[in-house]
């Protein structure tokens, strides 16, 4: 995909739904997370990120959400961060 990233940014409300990566679809935290890493590495285009590079912070992304379920378990609540509030849960210890 050859897209702004500045500009899927701005419209990311309707834009993280063509973002694909190896032939999935991808979960707008997920294309935010992308999007903003090209950014900070002063990338203009998509086309300038590597299909490695995206693994490497889908990666991330997991392991960090995974973190966040662990200490949530622990707790017994979980925060969920969404783009415009947040929500806590009780969580069951398993």
């Known amino acids: 995909m050859n897209a702004s990233i500045q500009g899927a940014l701005n419209q990311l409300n309707k834009s993280y739904l063509a ?30 990120l590597s299909d490695e590079e995206v693994d490497n912070i889908l990666k991330d992304l ?23 509030s947040d929500k806590k849960y009780k969580v069951p210890k398993f």
């Open 62 to 84: 997991l392991i960090k959400e995974a973190k966040k379920v662990s200490k949530a378990q622990s707790q017994g609540t979980l925060t969920i961060s969404g783009l415009n």
């Open 19 to 48: 973002f694909k990566h190896r032939g999935e679809s991808m979960t707008k935290i997920q294309v935010k997370t992308v999007l903003e890493y090209g950014l900070k590495r002063g990338y203009e285009s998509t086309n300038q």
